[in-house]
């Protein structure tokens, strides 16, 4: 199965991309049904804003040590850190998706003006960059899962690793920002 995977890895990061993000615009869009979920209490609900921030904060640090490790070819410690950040990033996007689906986007609680200049264009490029993420990690991840590291050198994914990383970084730190406009200053 590694074979028949490392041969197909554009075509698997297309499938993976598309149900992953078809997933992602239909809870945001309301396609999903909030009755297709359990409900967990209010307060877990109500927790999960500040869950996800710290998690997003976590992953940024787990990300740059990978990009470090990687710098300093430790691949067994990248690996790790980077195996690391996408379970932080599948766990806020199951988080954020629950909350989503069971009670809409956030709306935010600000004046008007922070609102439109400030707010949405942050809100809009920190979810341009989470959805350009989402192929670029499929690929690399996928690169990296169905061959040695060794034969790593003869793939695209270094490169694509550090746009992927880069977008990731600047995706979860506005992310942070987004949160705390949502539920710190406002």
């Not at 992602?24 to 999960?48: C, D, E, K, M, T």
């Not at 998690?55 to 690996?79: K, L, Y």
Request: proline share 6%; glycine share 6%.
């Amino acid at each position: 199965m590694t074979r028949n995977a490392r041969d197909h890895v554009p075509a698997l990061t297309a499938v993976c991309s598309l149900a992953s993000l078809g997933l992602v615009f239909g809870a945001v869009l309301g396609v999903i049904p909030r009755g297709a979920i359990p409900r967990a209490p209010a307060g877990v609900v109500a927790a999960i804003p500040h869950l996800n921030a710290v998690v997003s904060t976590v992953a940024i640090g787990t990300i740059a040590a990978g990009v470090a490790f990687a710098r300093r070819r430790e691949f067994g410690r990248h690996r790790a850190a980077m195996l690391t950040s996408l379970a932080l990033f599948a766990t806020f996007l199951v988080l954020y998706l629950y909350k989503v689906i069971l009670e809409g986007p956030a709306t935010f609680p600000g004046p008007d003006a922070v609102y439109q200049w400030v707010y949405l264009p942050l809100l809009a490029v920190h979810i341009l960059l989470a959805v350009v993420c989402i192929p670029l990690l499929y690929y690399v991840l996928l690169l990296a899962t169905t061959r040695p590291v060794a034969a790593l050198r003869e793939t695209a994914h270094a490169r694509v690793g550090r746009v992927a990383a880069s977008l990731w970084l600047v995706s979860f730190l506005l992310g942070d920002v987004v949160y705390a406009l949502l539920y710190v200053v406002y």
